[in-house]
């Protein structure tokens, strides 16, 4: 079959292991810039070009849409799913996926763990709001952070209360989060693909850290998830709606706290920890997603 890849880059790791994965299942695979497309849209028609070229004939479409470019590249998405070529996220899946808040809202309205939240907007709420959510220290996310950066900790009301002046400040909107005490440090990633997990790690953060994202210094393990983590991961998966995912939990005396869904997961950091090859299970999902899709007429 002949395979889209939305990437900025042909050299990352994951968009050259996708690459190498196809190529070793027998498809054809072009990695499309999205930044190079350009969308022709009228009445009734919607038409693209990547380098003059008109972008047609594809049979399926993986989507890395990182997040400094997520509406362009989801205009961009939206174009193969308007003439039925399946994605491997959908775009309403990643937008869902890429607002902290709203994902955490959509969670909270199914049965899966998520740390205790809040979302405020006045100082004058503050002080509610961090009691809602168990008091200092208190996490303090920006809604569309990745990779660590805008996720901070509050050890003091007073720091609570500077912080969120700073950053409402600049028009940034935030929420208010449990601190769960018992992970510092540490969490779980696993990565789902076609409703099962077929890699997780845990995730420790460099000393004087608590962030556990690799691009923060952590370093991986592989692990074998517990029965209820391995469920929340799948679940959280569903409920965002994506394919393929890399879910955060965080490991509470409770159970699994699902802080994040990821819809563009990096595959360094977990082939590299589990010894999993994570591409070739995405090819084999892109594979189900064109046999299972109903007859089309190819454009
Ligand atoms: N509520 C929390 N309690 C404790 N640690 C947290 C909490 N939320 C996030 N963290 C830590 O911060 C890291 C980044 O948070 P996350 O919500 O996944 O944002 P990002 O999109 O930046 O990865 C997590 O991997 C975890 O180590
Ligand atoms: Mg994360």
Redesign the pocket.
């Known amino acids: 079959m002949r395979i889209a890849l939305l990437s900025r880059n042909p050299r990352l790791y994951s968009t050259s292991r996708l690459v190498e994965a196809a190529r070793a299942r027998g498809h054809t695979i072009e990695v499309i810039d999205p930044i190079g497309c350009v969308v022709v849209i009228g009445r009734n028609t919607q038409r693209m070009f990547s380098k003059n070229v008109e972008v047609l004939g594809f049979d399926v479409v993986i989507p890395r849409i990182g997040a400094s470019i997520t509406d362009y590249g989801l205009a961009v998405l939206a174009y193969f799913q308007r003439h039925a070529v399946p994605c491997v996220n959908s775009p309403l899946a990643i937008a869902r996926s890429r607002d ?1 808040l709203r994902a955490l809202q959509r969670l909270s309205a199914h049965d899966v763990g998520i ?1 205790r939240t809040a979302i405020a907007r006045d100082p004058e709420a503050i002080r509610a709001a961090v009691d809602a959510v168990g008091g200092v220290p208190v ?1 303090i ?1 920006l809604l569309q ?7 901070m900790i509050a050890d003091t009301a007073e720091g609570v209360e500077s912080t969120l002046d700073t950053l409402w400040g600049l028009g940034q909107n935030i929420i208010l ?4 005490a018992e ?5 779980l990633r696993a990565l789902v693909v076609g409703g099962e997990v077929v890699g997780a790690m845990r ?1 420790t ?1 460099r000393d004087g850290e ?4 690799l691009h923060r210094g952590g370093a991986g393990q592989p692990v074998v998830l517990d029965e209820e983590y391995r469920r929340a991961a799948i679940e959280a998966t569903r409920i965002i709606g994506l394919d393929v995912a890399g879910v ?1 939990m ?1 490991e509470s005396k409770e159970g699994p706290r699902v ?2 869904v990821n819809s563009s997961p990096g595959l360094r950091g977990i082939e590299k920890a589990t010894g999993t090859d994570v591409a070739t299970h995405v090819i084999a999902h892109a594979e189900r997603l064109v046999h299972e899709a109903p007859a089309r007429t190819r454009e």
């Open positions: 902290k740390p996490i996310k952070g990745t990779q660590g950066v805008g996720v989060q449990e601190f769960i992970s510092r440090g540490r969490d995730r953060a608590f962030r556990s994202n955060d965080l802080i994040e």
